[in-house]
């Protein structure tokens, strides 16, 4: 597993562990690989989700570190959604 995804899986576990997140949803990090969210928290995987968001691995830590908005993300275009995109804006929600 490479240090990107471990380091998305330590920071996703974090900022979902007060929330109330239900549903499944993939982050796909390009050149990486995959971490998957769902009632039992972040790990890396490939799962079917209920949304799958893509983006490069810059904009995916811009997004942990508070540095950029998902929703912003998504409509510039560095964060494509792919499924639920009720889910995916409350995903964005918890994350920003």
Known sequence: MSKVIEKAVVALNEKLA???FGGSAKFVI???GSVVV????ARAGDDEA???LTADADTFQSMMDGDTNP????MSGKLTVDGDMGLAM???????
């Open 90 to 96: 409350k995903l964005g929600s918890v994350l920003g």
């Open 71 to 74: 929703t912003a993300a998504f």
């Open 18 to 20: 007060e929330s109330d």
């Open 38 to 41: 769902d009632a039992q928290g």
């Open 30 to 32: 390009e050149g990486e």
């Open 50 to 52: 209920d949304v799958t």
